[in-house]
């Protein structure tokens, strides 16, 4: 859910940092698809030009029509989804916050969305409306293990990160720190 919690205030407002797509995993995709994908490119404009613009192989000896030609667009499409994994880490999709202040009694659940009119997602509640803390757990080919805010006529508010499933045993001790905090039940389990 977090990277890091912080309860402070006499122990009245607990603000929990949500990682977004600026992960180890994302940065690390981005670049070996860049690199790839140049490698592509340059295979085909090699093929294309008969000049080796590449260091480990030698395309030229490639026949344009269809391999370089092939290559070429290959290359093209593996940029363009580089350039959009990188504008995923640039905007940090995901990444954001969730505060529960009993002072005031408020919580704000606060995301940063695609560019646009709705780039911020901000969800503002009052801690009377919270009905639970929810432990939603599915295994199989594809894991989900998330926690989520149940609040009285709306829908389930997921508030752990998208991606790598946390553990379970750092899901339930996030889920009933929160829980004790609200003071209000956790189900799931």
């Known amino acids: 859910m977090t990277a ?12 929990q940092n949500v990682l977004g ?7 690390w995709w981005a670049t070996i698809v860049t690199l790839g994908a140049t490698g592509f490119l ?6 294309y030009l008969k ?13 344009f029509v269809p391999q370089g030609l092939v ?6 499409a593996g940029l363009l989804l ?12 995901g990444g954001g916050y969730n ?18 009119k709705n780039r911020r997602i901000e969800i503002d509640s009052s801690i009377k409306d919270v009905q639970s803390v929810r432990i939603a757990i599915k295994e199989g080919l594809n894991p989900t293990r998330a926690l989520y805010l149940r609040l009285k006529g709306r829908r389930d508010i997921p508030l752990t990160r998208v991606g790598q499933p946390l553990s379970l045993t750092e899901l339930e001790t996030q889920g009933a720190e929160l829980a004790r905090f609200l003071e209000v039940p956790l189900e799931g389990l």
């Open 82 to 93: 580089a350039l959009y994994l990188w504008l995923v880490v640039l905007w940090d999709l």
């Open 21 to 27: 797509s600026r992960r180890f995993s994302n940065y």
């Open 99 to 116: 505060e529960f202040n009993q002072e005031t009694g408020t919580i704000k659940i606060f995301r940063w969305g695609f560019p646009g």
């Open 4 to 15: 890091s919690t912080t309860i402070n205030k006499g122990d009245r407002l607990l603000h």
């Open 71 to 76: 290559m070429g667009l290959y290359g093209t």
């Open 51 to 63: 000049v080796n613009l590449l260091i480990v192989t030698d395309p030229t000896q490639l026949i």
């Open 42 to 47: 340059l295979a085909g404009i090699s093929s």
